[in-house]
């Protein structure tokens, strides 16, 4: 486990930029001007900005072009997500979690501790941990983690290669007029507002097979294998065939304003349910299962 007062994560790096600056922290303040002077002195007080060599940068430290400056990201009064991670494998090169709902996997926004990946390197102590794929902070279910730098290449080509077979679980509106399984494929851009994706015209670079799992009394639940792995495709291309997934805050509208406090009780009706793939060191056949439910 990690000290309690020592920063869970590994710091970001800027390289100065070129300016006229007198110091370190006048070129911090400019660079980053949504952070205070005052919290720039804080965190230089607390040994939080360093230089290329790890040793504390202080107030007064000359500014120069190019010079490497490490820091570590806080968020003021970062929100509390009241809900547990669980690991369901962990061996010398892979670490295999639950995420819940609300959760995301790397630091963001408002959120750096309360992240998974921040969770997990506090609970196993290994600061050497890398997400491999990532999964959206709305949705539950499996995200692969790296464990080892050794490896992590060869696990990283998997994803790259589409050598590793992800299934999603979802429930939303019945569909009865379509023939299932349906292949969704469609063109992603960058919607409006900015965290959103749209479907366009062109050339497809995404594909979704999606297959009905059970027709329930009011939704039905889908499963999803997504082919490709674009920003919120399961989300898009299933309010794109008139059946959002429950409790979407984005789709097929934004229903929640920008900085409006979760709703814990409208979870995503969405999970990352499987893993499949050959393990690339030994070639054996890997499968991992999420012990979480819709």
């Not at 970001?12 to 660079?31: K, Q, R």
């Not at 889908?222 to 082919?227: I, S």
Request: contains cysteine.
């Amino acid at each position: 486990m990690l000290p309690s007062d020592q920063p869970t994560l590994r710091p970001s790096t800027l390289h100065l930029p070129a300016g006229d600056w007198a110091s370190v922290l006048d070129c911090l303040c400019a660079h980053f001007p949504a952070i205070s002077r005052d919290v720039w002195l804080q965190r230089m007080a607390r040994g939080r900005v360093l230089d290329a060599q790890g040793e504390p940068i202080g107030a007064d430290h000359p500014y120069r072009v190019g010079l490497r400056v490490h820091y570590f990201r806080e968020v003021a009064a970062e929100p509390q997500i009241p809900f547990e991670e669980a690991i369901v494998h962990v061996d010398e090169h892979l670490l295999v979690a639950d995420k819940p709902h609300f959760l995301s996997v790397m630091p963001a926004g408002a959120y750096v501790e309360q992240t998974l990946l921040a969770r997990l390197v506090k609970r196993t102590g290994n600061a050497d941990l890398v997400p491999l794929h990532r999964i959206d902070r709305h949705t539950a279910g499996l995200v692969l983690f790296s464990t080892n730098p050794q490896t992590r290449g060869r696990y990283q080509a998997m994803f790259r290669e589409r050598a590793i077979g992800k299934r999603y679980e979802a429930l939303a509106a019945p569909l009865p007029h379509l023939q299932f399984p349906v292949v969704r494929e469609t063109r992603f851009e960058a919607g409006e507002p900015f965290f959103r994706m749209r479907e366009a015209p062109g050339v497809a670079n995404t594909c979704t097979r999606i297959e009905v799992i059970e027709k329930r009394a009011e939704h039905w639940l889908y499963g999803l294998e997504p082919v490709t792995g674009k920003k919120h495709q399961l989300r898009v291309h299933m309010a794109a065939l008139g059946a959002a997934i429950l409790n979407d805050p984005f789709y097929p509208e934004v229903s929640c304003a920008e900085g409006e406090p979760d709703n814990y009780s409208r979870a995503l009706k969405l999970l990352a349910r499987g893993l499949q793939f050959s393990d690339p060191l030994t070639g054996e056949p890997r499968s991992f299962e999420s012990r979480l439910s819709l």
